[in-house]
Every structure is written in C-alpha cells, then in structure tokens.
Nanobody, 117 residues
Framework: QVQLVESGGGLVQAGGSLILSCVAS????????MGWYRQAPGKQRELVAT???????DYSESVKGRFTISRDNAKNMVFLQMNSLKPENTASYYC???????????WGQGTQVTVSP
C-alpha cells in the first residue's frame, strides 16, 4: 500500500502562484510515475501533469508553460509549481502514484485550490 498526502492548496488571486506538494509513504515501488490530477465541481477528474522516476514530464495542454511538475526521489515527493493561475484552475487537486507494469494506482485525499478573479 502507498499513502499519499498533499499540501499547499489555498486561495489565491488570478495571476498568482501556488506550489503543491505530495509525499508518498508505505511500500515504495522503484518504477513509478507520480502526477497531479484535478476535479472541478460537476466535472470529471482530469490529468494536469505526470513525471516519471527518471524525470520525464507530461502536461495537459491547458497548463503547459504555466505549471511545472518536479519530484524528489530521495524523499518520495512530487511538486506542482503553478504560476499565472486562472479562475478556471479552481479545483481539488489530487496526487497520483502509479506503479509501472502493475495495476496499482493510488490517490491522495486532495487539496483545494481556489483562484479568485
């Protein structure tokens, strides 16, 4: 089992920045992909960004150039630096941990990001 705990959400004005953090604990698999997803009220959960253990990252088109995902493998942590935030970025942001080659995927409890106009 892998436990994920997110932190760093909050209220920010449009144009502002936030950084989200997520720490994984429990059984840590050597080959994993960590990432961030978000879910706005009434909408489906969607991918924001992912990053492999080797540092290769992927972003949704809507956040490219504004958000940066990074990780600290020694601390089993993943981060999401969010710049130039927009009201439409308001959502609950969820940390995700996926094991390469295995069906297991794990989710954090979510952290709320609210961007005011």
């Amino acid at each position: 089992q892998v436990q994920l705990v997110e932190s760093g959400g909050g209220l920010v004005q449009a144009g502002g920045s936030l950084i989200l953090s997520c720490v994984a604990s429990g059984i840590i698999f050597r080959l994993n992909v960590m990432g961030w997803y978000r879910q706005a009220p009434g909408k489906q959960r969607e991918l924001v960004a992912t990053i492999t253990i080797g540092g290769r990252s992927d972003y949704s088109e809507s956040v490219k150039g504004r958000f940066t995902i990074s990780r600290d493998n020694a601390k089993n942590m993943v981060f999401l630096q969010m710049n130039s935030l927009k009201p439409e970025n308001t959502a609950s942001y969820y940390c995700n941990y996926r094991v390469v080659g295995r069906p297991e995927t794990y989710w954090g409890q979510g952290t709320q990001v609210t961007v005011s106009p």
